[in-house]
């Protein structure tokens, strides 16, 4: 198999196994026996990794004195993969998480662009992303929405630097070549039923002919999601987890990145999960660790960490309760039908 094969190979007529490899490089075909990863058995997935909020926020006090968003439009720390190989590589496949800061009193200029984006405050609060029009305050906990080609801006008039983390599905969208921007300043902003006809859980306006592929509610703020998780039963693995969703559609929020708060009790293990899909993590409260395929993870209040695919997935808390935000490709997985999971109780 693989290279290993050219040795078994024959002269053709009276050209030499080299010469006729050389034609066919010149004719751009390529002998699929070469190539490495054709037929070969995949033995786990890509590795993980966790930025400690420890040794990074100190890195970010930096960023803050370096620059200003007035000079960069965004003062962004991207979170890269470092067994990628490449400083321009996501966080996991389809999934590039960052950390963005702002001072109080700056600003972050409006534009749109192909990508959905995620917001997800780790610390301070009083900062607004204002996303096509709507206001959206920014509190610790709170995720904020900014689906595709929506435009946004970010406003700080707290007292204090503010830290979220950002995700983006950057990767897909450079992958298949098709990531497009737009910079401000915002033009044809479509209109939204108010936040007020989704104030009340289980009641939503009835909009005839909704072409929404993402959810028109932009803000999700913390105390809601915790009192949910609170209250949510085991789910398979055995940890408490609710999904952001669509109010329109009950379904992910956006297209590309579902979004999930999950919540360990102290002392048992999570039954090992084992998914095509990818998944980011911020740990909200708590402490613990988490084993990623032949890695152990130990993690701490506002530490982020990556779950690529294909790596059996098992979480501990160490703190009588943890809890974790968690941003995914499920569901696009799910909807190219490339969604496979499986639990060690299945005999996995
Ligand atoms: O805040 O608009 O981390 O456009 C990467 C790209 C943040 C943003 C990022 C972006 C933004
Ligand atoms: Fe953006």
New binding site residues.
Partial sequence: MGAAGTQAMTSSGDKSYEEVRKAWRDAHVHPLWENPLAHSERNGGPRPHLWSWRKIRPLLDDAMKVTTPAAV??R?L?LVDPHAGDATAGTTTNL?????MLLAGET?RP?R?S?N?I?FVVEGSGAH?IVDGKSCLMQEGDLIL?PAWTW???VHSGSEPIVWM???D?PLHRYLGIDA?EPGPTHDVPEYAHEDAFAVANVVPDVPGTELKFSPVFRYPWRQAATAVRAAPRARDGARRVRYVNPLTGGSAMALMDCHLAQLDRGSDTIPFRTTSNAVCCVVEGAGATRVGDQMLRWEAKDIFSLPHGNWISHRAETDKATMFVVSDRDALKRLDLLKEEYGNEGG
Avoid: G, P
């Fill in positions: 439009e965004r962004v991207t590039t998480t960052a950390l963005q972050a534009h662009h990508m984006a917001r992303t900014t946004h801006e970010h950002d995700a983006l950057v921007f």
